[in-house]
């Protein structure tokens, strides 16, 4: 378990931006693939993007693909989601994730590929 934190939520008018981070205290994190997914009310976990553990690598749901960028600071054990071009369905209780095993990139876009998971940050996109 890597113990993670989320900031930068928040409320903003649709076309806005938002900056996420997840911070992690375990040095560990280098070497994971680190997640980003999403939970509407009355929906499932939905994957939003992932990035390797030497940031090589990215992935992105086909409904942020453009709008959103995914980066992480492994000198900081901090992950990033930039939030471009919102709309009022990436309304979402946004989670950061950290997968459950070593560079391992294959599984990134399921739930079950991860262990550690942060608190949650409320994104509200009002139209």
């Known amino acids: 378990q890597v113990p993670l934190v989320e900031s930068g939520g928040g409320l903003v008018q649709a076309g806005g931006s938002l900056r996420l981070a997840c911070a992690a205290s375990?040095?560990?994190?280098?070497?994971?693939?680190m997640g980003w997914f999403r939970q509407a009310p009355g929906t499932e976990r939905e994957f939003v993007a992932a990035?390797?553990?030497?940031?090589?690598?990215?992935d992105y749901v086909d409904s942020v693909k453009g709008r959103f960028l995914i980066s992480r600071d492994n000198a900081k054990n901090t992950m990033f989601l930039q939030m471009n071009s919102l709309k009022p369905e990436d309304t979402a209780v946004y989670y950061c994730?950290?997968?459950?095993?070593?560079?391992?990139?294959?599984?990134?876009?399921?739930?079950?590929?991860?262990?550690?998971w942060g608190q949650g940050t409320q994104v509200t996109v009002s139209s």
């Open positions: 994730a950290v997968s459950s095993s070593f560079r391992t990139y294959s599984n990134r876009r399921s739930a079950s590929g991860y262990s550690s």
């Open positions: 375990s040095g560990t994190f280098n070497s994971r693939t």
């Open positions: 990035i390797s553990w030497s940031g090589g690598n990215t």
